[in-house]
């Protein structure tokens, strides 16, 4: 029963670790994605921008005053715009991350309180130890932390 645990246990922290390095590849990706969104808000700001210089000196106005003031205007409606997207995605990345953190300790938590139940109801021997099983006397074997310690012999009189 202890040897199946171990690779029940095992087995569930490989799955853990592989779920938590998923997030991680998808946290990366959504940093990507941000900064693409970033990088073609950026584009946009700057094709409006330079519509509305043509547009101005098209109509025969010079790039000062109001002009330049709307111009300007455009870009650091756009800055703030970029700087939004850019906050979104990290955020987002992050909020990966935590969720990817705290699952990966929850199944470490959890495949630690199955391995410690894990022979409760039949011998009392688990991944970490072992529980008395019989109030006349009898055995335990025991591990701690996948080393195996041996069996003990006690009795109660």
């Given at each position: 029963?202890?040897?199946?645990?171990?690779?029940?246990?095992?087995?569930?922290?490989?799955?853990?670790?592989?779920k938590?390095?998923?997030?991680?590849?998808?946290?990366?990706?959504?940093?990507?994605?941000?900064?693409?969104?970033?990088?073609?808000?950026?584009?946009?700001?700057?094709?409006?921008?330079?519509?509305?210089?043509?547009?101005?000196?098209?109509?025969?106005?010079?790039?000062?005053?109001?002009?330049?003031?709307?111009?300007?205007?455009?870009?650091?409606?756009?800055?703030?715009?970029?700087?939004?997207?850019?906050?979104?995605?990290?955020?987002?990345?992050?909020?990966i991350?935590?969720?990817?953190?705290?699952?990966?300790?929850?199944?470490?938590?959890?495949?630690?309180?199955?391995?410690?139940?894990?022979?409760?109801?039949g011998?009392?021997?688990?991944?970490?130890?072992?529980?008395?099983?019989?109030?006349?006397?009898?055995?335990?074997?025991?591990?701690?932390?996948?080393?195996?310690?041996?069996?003990?012999?006690?009795?109660?009189?």
């Amino acid at each position: 029963m202890g040897v199946a645990t171990a690779v029940i246990a095992g087995l569930s922290l490989a799955s853990a670790v592989g779920k938590f390095n998923q997030s991680k590849s998808e946290a990366r990706q959504t940093a990507k994605q941000g900064a693409i969104a970033a990088q073609n808000r950026a584009d946009e700001i700057k094709r409006m921008a330079a519509k509305q210089r043509v547009s101005y000196l098209q109509a025969g106005l010079e790039l000062e005053g109001t002009p330049q003031a709307v111009i300007n205007d455009t870009y650091n409606t756009g800055l703030e715009d970029i700087n939004e997207i850019k906050s979104a995605y990290n955020q987002s990345s992050k909020n990966i991350m935590t969720q990817a953190r705290a699952n990966l300790i929850g199944n470490i938590a959890k495949t630690g309180a199955s391995a410690l139940a894990g022979g409760a109801g039949g011998s009392g021997s688990g991944l970490f130890g072992s529980g008395v099983v019989e109030a006349g006397g009898g055995s335990s074997t025991a591990t701690i932390n996948g080393v195996y310690q041996g069996m003990n012999t006690w009795r109660v009189k």
